[in-house]
């Protein structure tokens, strides 16, 4: 019994998610190898070889996968499927993409959002926006997982020496072709990695009012920023700030959130934070109940006197 973890990398170092995917595959039972696919992508794959648990690493390098398309990752996962019973993916957005398909071209069903490993067989996931947790127990030859990384420690990036092993890159499936890529650059750190995140609901009222309270408060704390679901649908916030089930789920040592209601879908994106500290003026603002630290004030009052006692 074998697990195959399929890394996220930027052909220079892997990312951090699929160091929690690595504990995962773990405690499935047996050896832990790492598919590092991708072009030019030696160094990812050196890196991968020092993570902490990881017995080998499969390194594919070729122009199909060079832009880490759903389509061509999810051929080379196949064409190394027979050796395993477990294939586990980050549930990111790429992971979330190429998974899938796995799991149809294997004809088994995928488990989406593992929390928890209870047995080589049997996992954890959350249902209902977080409200429930069902207990999953699949009969499959091959196991197609995604998992929570907030649900996982991360492995140690390093004191491993893994064995590398270079496989052949599959041929280009033809279904697809990469066109182009705007990579935004962040002065702060990235949100599912943060250690610190400030985020903002639909109160602040605008997209200025939003860079004028929290992003002091941000800086001051060396933070990411974040928002609500209802701040990006106004437009105060762009799309990659949205926590919640329907955007990124985060679990940072230290979550501040302001004017944010919680709604059942944010809750479900950042209940899991170490340390959650609200502000909101309404008592029966549904974050309460999630919240280590509660003040009910009016944030425009609350934030900067917050900042300048920092």
């Given at each position: 019994?074998?697990?195959?973890?399929?890394?996220?990398?930027?052909?220079?170092?892997?990312?951090?998610?699929?160091?929690?995917?690595?504990?995962?595959?773990?405690?499935?039972?047996?050896?832990?190898?790492?598919?590092?696919?991708?072009?030019?992508?030696?160094?990812?794959?050196?890196?991968?070889?020092?993570?902490?648990?990881?017995?080998?690493?499969?390194?594919?390098?070729g122009?199909?996968?060079?832009?880490?398309?759903?389509?061509?990752?999810?051929?080379?996962?196949?064409?190394?499927?027979?050796?395993?019973?477990?294939?586990?993916?980050?549930?990111?957005?790429?992971?979330?993409?190429?998974?899938?398909?796995?799991?149809?071209?294997?004809?088994?069903?995928?488990?989406?959002?593992?929390?928890?490993?209870?047995?080589a067989?049997?996992f954890?996931?959350?249902?209902?926006?977080?409200?429930?947790?069902?207990?999953?127990?699949?009969?499959?030859?091959?196991?197609?997982?995604?998992?929570?990384?907030?649900?996982?420690?991360?492995?140690?990036?390093?004191?491993?020496?893994?064995?590398?092993?270079?496989?052949?890159?599959?041929?280009?499936?033809?279904v697809?072709?990469?066109?182009?890529?705007?990579?935004?650059?962040?002065?702060?750190?990235?949100?599912?990695?943060?250690?610190?995140?400030?985020?903002?609901?639909?109160?602040?009222?605008?997209?200025?009012?939003?860079?004028?309270?929290?992003?002091?408060?941000?800086?001051?704390?060396?933070?990411?920023?974040?928002?609500?679901?209802?701040a990006?649908?106004a437009?105060?916030?762009?799309?990659?700030?949205?926590?919640?089930?329907?955007?990124?789920?985060?679990?940072?040592?230290?979550?501040?959130?302001c004017?944010?209601?919680?709604?059942?879908?944010?809750?479900?994106?950042?209940?899991?934070?170490?340390?959650?500290?609200?502000?909101?003026?309404?008592?029966?603002?549904?974050?309460?109940?999630?919240?280590?630290?509660?003040?009910?004030?009016?944030?425009?009052?609350?934030?900067?006197?917050?900042?300048?006692?920092?």
């Open positions: 019994m074998s697990a195959l973890v399929i890394a996220e990398h930027d052909n220079v170092s892997i990312k951090a998610a699929t160091l929690n995917t690595v504990t995962a595959a773990a405690l499935c039972g047996g050896e832990v190898h790492v598919l590092v696919a991708g072009a030019g992508a030696a160094a990812a794959a050196q890196a991968a070889a020092a993570i902490a648990g990881v017995t080998k690493v499969l390194h594919a390098d122009p199909s996968l060079a832009h880490g398309l759903a389509e061509g990752l999810a051929a080379q996962v196949l064409a190394l499927a027979g050796g395993y019973t477990h294939i586990l993916f980050p549930a990111t957005a790429s992971g979330k993409n190429t998974a899938p398909r796995v799991a149809a071209l294997l004809d088994v069903a995928q488990i989406s959002d593992a929390t928890k490993v209870l047995s067989d049997t954890e996931r959350p249902i209902y926006a977080g409200n429930a947790i069902a207990t999953v127990q699949s009969l499959d030859p091959v196991k197609v997982i995604t998992v929570r990384t907030t649900g996982f420690d991360a492995a140690a990036a390093a004191g491993g020496a893994a064995a590398i092993e270079s496989v052949s890159a599959v041929a280009d499936p033809g697809s072709v990469f066109m182009g890529s705007e990579i935004a650059k962040l002065d702060r750190p990235e949100l599912t990695s943060a250690k610190i995140i400030v985020s903002g609901g639909r109160a602040l009222g605008s997209s200025e009012r939003f860079g004028e309270v929290l992003t002091p408060l941000a800086d001051k704390l060396g933070a990411a920023l974040g928002a609500s679901r209802a990006v649908d437009g105060y916030a762009p799309n990659d700030w949205q926590v919640g089930q329907t955007g990124k789920i985060v679990a940072p040592q230290l979550y501040v959130a004017g944010i209601s919680g709604a059942i879908q944010h809750l479900a994106g950042m209940k899991d934070s170490k340390v959650i500290v609200a502000i909101n003026k309404d008592p029966e603002a549904p974050i309460f109940s999630v919240a280590d630290y509660g003040l009910e004030a009016d944030l425009f009052t609350a934030v900067p006197e917050l900042v300048a006692s920092i």
